[in-house]
């Protein structure tokens, strides 16, 4: 009889364990720190992997899994980054216009241009549904939303070859910058490579309301 408990044990445990691993192993994290510009406050949000290979490979959404943020009372766009993405921040121009550090913008794991960054780094690549342009978020001074909720869809990404899909020392992974005067909030999806194997590529769902950590969720196809 204990033989038989033992056994029902294990098959419980095998059969509960990857879902529960797969659901809480990931994380967004949305900190907050003053901005440069008085009254505004910049928030960086990551994700939040559990090994050294495991590589965020993109961030999307479609109509079936819309990808959302909002900010109410509006984002700070520099005018002196004409992208939507950090490969438009010089950092040879912060001492002379400090509020471009201030900028929004989009990423995976890079706060300036790929040519600054570790090795093997990528700028990310963007895809866009002309008739939903997601980018305007990151560019628009006082934009209020970002929604990717189209047939089409939209995402920035990196190939399995750049550096900067991997976690940093805390095995985080920089995904956007947002400066704003009020709060944040929003839905974000993420294309995971669980210990960098593509083939085994997982998509989670995180929500986010304000600063704070909260786990993701596999998202259905």
């Given amino acids: 009889m204990l033989r038989n408990y033992i056994v029902t044990v294990l098959l419980l445990a095998v059969t509960y ?45 479609t109509d079936k899994n819309p990808m959302t943020i909002d900010a ?3 984002v700070f766009n520099s005018p002196f980054n004409a992208s939507w993405s950090a490969s438009g921040l010089n950092p040879n121009f912060f ?51 970002l929604d990717i909720n189209t047939l089409l869809g939209g995402s920035w990404f990196v190939l399995k070859t750049a550096s900067n899909g991997f976690g940093d020392e805390n095995l985080r992974v920089l995904i956007a910058q947002i400066t704003t005067p009020g709060s944040i909030r929003g839905n974000i999806n993420a294309q995971i490579f669980p210990l960098g194997d593509g083939k085994n590529s997982t998509k989670m769902t995180f929500t986010f309301d304000g600063e704070g950590t909260t786990p993701g969720v596999i998202v259905s196809e």
């Avoid at 989009?106 to 342009?133: C, F, H, Q, W, Y």
């Fill in 72 to 74: 109410p009372k509006g």
């Fill in 95 to 145: 001492e002379a216009m400090p509020s471009l550090v201030d900028d929004s913008f989009a990423t995976i794991g890079l706060d300036g241009p790929a040519s600054k960054g570790m090795a093997n780094s990528e700028d990310p690549i963007m895809v866009d549904d002309r008739a939903n342009p997601w980018a305007q978020f990151f560019k628009e001074n006082e934009a209020v939303k």
């Fill in 17 to 61: 364990a990857v879902p529960f691993s797969t659901f809480s192993q990931y994380s967004i994290v949305v900190s907050k720190e003053p901005a440069v510009m008085d009254g505004m406050t910049k928030f960086r949000l990551y994700i939040q992997l559990s090994d050294p290979t495991d590589q965020v490979s993109a961030i999307f959404g």
